[in-house]
T-cell receptor
Framework: DAKTTQPPSMDCAEGRAANLPCNHS???????VYWYRQIHSQGPQYIIH???NNETNEMASLIITEDRKSSTLILPHATLRDTAVYYC??????????????FGSGTQLTVLP | GAVVSQHPSWVICKSGTSVKIECRSL??????MFWYRQFPKQSLMLMAT?????????EQGVEKDKFLINHASLTLSTLTVTSAHPEDSSFYIC????????FGPGTRLLVL
């Protein structure tokens, strides 16, 4: 699976949009971009995933560049409860048999009051 | 999203004892479950892949005789830490895969 690069930390003001970048310049054609987050002392929580189109769900939006070498996770109105480590993971395939996720260091997002 | 539970949420045991951790997918069937370990201030490290009805696949450096994995049904996988030692103290997290991988809340193990 392709390696990802994320900034180690970011701050965001409560109520503002949080934009978390991720570089995955070696991504291959069948690899999806997944985003998870881990709030302190809890298991990771699935946020969103995508292949090449932008995606949106009730939690966030995922913007993938046209060349797929980078992506941005957008939390439209950050709250204090969104403070967590956010992981961007690239993994091949989506349907069918399960595939492994390799966690990097992630981005520590701190939402400030 | 789908719900994965773990039991117990935390456990304290004496060195040399064995500890069993259960991972259940509550509202879906999971042919594959994964076990991770996370040390303080570090990221999750995959320990093993558990497939229902077959032997688990362990990552390099993970002792299969120490970390016994059983995946007897499509909703339950267990991790047994045998003869636990203080260095096994960690946060153990399982995940179950439908199409997307969903994680349990984790089990914190402290070996005295």
């Amino acid at each position: 699976d392709a390696k990802t690069t994320q900034p180690p930390s970011m701050d965001c003001a409560e109520g503002r949009a949080a934009n978390l970048p991720c570089n995955h310049s070696t991504i291959s054609g069948n690899e999806y971009v997944y985003w998870y987050r881990q709030i302190h002392s809890q298991g990771p929580q699935y946020i969103i995933h995508g292949l090449k189109n932008n995606e949106t769900n009730e939690m966030a939006s995922l913007i993938i560049t046209e060349d797929r070498k980078s992506s941005t996770l957008i939390l439209p109105h950050a709250t204090l409860r969104d403070t967590a480590v956010y992981y961007c993971i690239v993994s091949s395939g989506h349907s069918g048999s399960a595939r492994q996720l390799t966690f990097g260091s992630g981005t520590q997002l701190t939402v400030l009051p | 999203g789908a719900v994965v539970s773990q039991h117990p949420s935390w456990v304290i045991c004496k060195s040399g004892t064995s500890v069993k951790i259960e991972c259940r997918s509550l509202d879906f069937q999971a042919t594959t479950m994964f076990w991770y370990r996370q040390f303080p201030k570090q990221s999750l490290m995959l320990m093993a892949t558990s497939n229902e009805g077959s032997k688990a696949t362990y990552e390099q450096g993970v002792e299969k005789d120490k970390f016994l994995i059983n995946h007897a049904s499509l909703t339950l996988s267990t991790l047994t830490v045998t003869s636990a030692h203080p260095e096994d103290s960690s946060f153990y997290i399982c995940s179950a895969s439908e199409e997307t991988q969903y994680f349990g809340p984790g089990t914190r193990l402290l070996v005295l």
